[in-house]
């Protein structure tokens, strides 16, 4: 085995985040892609949606495997095993010929996609120091805040200029690589575990995955009737509420929702939750508002959007000095006030509104919303031993992709509200601003779970208290020296 060590400063992160970017920006390119794939197979666009349908519900099931997979037989087993699989899946998508090929192929991807996220953050947490954590963690950051926002103005450009298949194609010689760098690089390191799979709560967690996130995503897309999409989130939601009840009765569940009991991991789970929620209606808000609602091209409003991504590629470099400096709580604390803040600002855009402007605000937010997920991130994994790393990872991408999911279909909804509420049928500019105030105050609303958090918490990963011991020790030596 490889040690990282060995290996030059942040290599496994790196393969990690390449990986996770493939993916970010696969989900979101597809999108842009499938009215022109619609055309080619004599399909209606929404019956396309199927194609979106099978990754989710292929994402639902599966991932709730991930972390008792890598445990049984290692890490990068499973996380080189995720690459191939997906990475096959996109030649099947790129090479098929029916909606059916199409909605078994990105079943597939799923499949593959619902390994990638939790091994691979499971790696880097058994494989870097946790005085290490917070710059490993920021490169997962980055590749997350910026395939949303490249995916539709590259997928645009593909289907337009080249045909609609190179979108898959591009993820080809990513896989590749990844995999030829995860086998050289990334160690399989594994936990001893003894427990046979939990199959009856790998059975109810998967359906209230598969309910609950079809269910949201459906809520923005109109394939399904209100009823429909009703029944899947409120039998979601059951499936998942006995699971919780199950899950306290059972010595192996295959979610640990006992590590809520540890208050870092709660901090930065439901915390976490409801900020993603508004940071997951973004991509979809605010792409519509510059196109639909200011008259933009699609390029034009994907070169304003490319921003935030911008914002986020700096802070990749600060996160550590400012964790180190203010310590979890007091960043999560402001940063939320920041984030919020800049996500309100959004209402008040409008047509006569200077691109300049927008794209400073834009690219602002992108760097304190990358701060915001690098601390979070860190922070669930702050005070989790290693032999439950494995099973945090699991439940914190479950926790993340849920709420993500909700962002989009309650964007939606705010919508849909705003048009019954004026009457209309078409948006436009001002019908964007009550949906964009709305999810500032439900991420703002997470501070009720930071403001429990101690001074010191994480301290171990930010370095926070030893830095704040020497400065009070270089305080108390110089008056003593006065």
């Known amino acids: 085995m490889v040690s990282p060590w060995r290996t030059p400063r942040y290599l496994v992160p790196m393969i990690v985040a390449c990986a996770l970017f493939m993916e970010n920006m696969d989900a979101t390119v597809i999108a842009t892609a499938l009215p022109t794939i619609a055309r080619g197979f004599g ?5 396309l949606n199927l194609a979106i349908t099978g990754y989710l519900l292929s994402l639902g099931i599966f991932l709730p495997l991930s972390g008792w997979l890598a445990d049984r037989v290692g890490a990068r087993t499973v996380f080189s095993a995720a690459i191939v699989v997906f990475t096959v899946g996109s030649i099947g998508c790129s090479t098929v010929n029916s909606l059916l090929e199409l909605v078994l192929a990105r079943v597939v991807q799923g499949m593959g996609g619902a390994m990638m996220v939790p091994v ?3 790696v880097i947490l058994r494989t870097i120091p946790k005085a290490e954590l917070v710059s ?10 910026i395939g949303p926002v490249i995916g539709p103005p590259l997928g645009g450009f593909i289907v337009t200029y080249f045909s609609w298949r190179w979108i898959f194609w591009i993820n080809i010689p990513i896989g590749v690589l990844g995999l030829l760098l995860s086998a050289r690089f990334v160690p399989n390191v594994r936990e001893v575990w003894e427990e046979a799979l939990d199959a009856r709560g790998f059975g109810l967690v998967s359906l209230g995955l598969a309910g609950t996130m079809f269910g949201f995503e459906n809520v923005s897309r109109g394939t399904l009737s209100n009823l429909s999409v009703t029944l899947l989130i409120g039998s979601g939601l059951v499936f998942l509420a006995v699971y919780g009840w199950y899950a306290q009765r059972v010595s192996a569940p295959i979610l640990n929702v006992a590590l809520l009991r540890v208050r870092t991991f709660r901090a930065s789970l439901l915390g976490g939750f409801l900020f993603r929620i508004g940071i997951g209606a973004l991509p979809f808000l605010t792409p519509l508002m510059l196109q639909l609602g200011f008259g933009l091209s699609p390029f034009a409003s994907g070169m304003i959007t490319f921003a935030g991504a911008a914002g986020a590629i700096t802070m990749k470099l600060t996160a550590a000095p400012i964790l180190r400096t203010l310590g979890f709580r007091r960043v999560l604390l402001l940063n939320t006030i920041v984030c919020a803040m800049s996500i309100a600002s959004y209402g008040f855009f409008r047509p006569a509104t200077s691109h300049a402007l927008m794209l400073g605000i834009l690219l602002v ?3 304190f919303r990358s701060l915001q997920f690098t601390s979070l991130n860190t ?4 005070d989790i031993e290693q032999a439950r790393m494995s099973g945090a990872t699991t439940l914190s991408s479950v926790g993340q992709q849920l709420s993500l999911s909700l962002g989009v279909g309650l964007g939606a ?7 019954i509420w004026h009457g209309r049928s078409e948006l436009g500019a001002g019908d964007f601003s009550a949906a ?6 439900i991420s703002m609303s997470s501070l009720l779970f930071f403001v429990r958090l101690p001074q010191d918490a994480g301290a171990e990963v930010s370095g926070f208290r030893e830095e704040r011991a020497e400065a009070i020790a270089a ?3 110089m008056h003593g020296a006065e």
Do not use: C, Q
């Open 436 to 441: 964009y105030f709305t999810i500032a105050a």
């Open 475 to 477: 305080h108390s030596s």
């Open 365 to 367: 937010g992108g760097f």
């Open 120 to 122: 691979g953050r499971l």
């Open 413 to 419: 909804l705010l919508l849909h509200t705003t048009l």
């Open 379 to 382: 922070l669930a994994y702050a």
């Open 136 to 145: 490993a963690m920021a490169y997962l950051t980055v590749p997350a805040l």
């Open 43 to 47: 399909e209606s666009p929404l019956t």
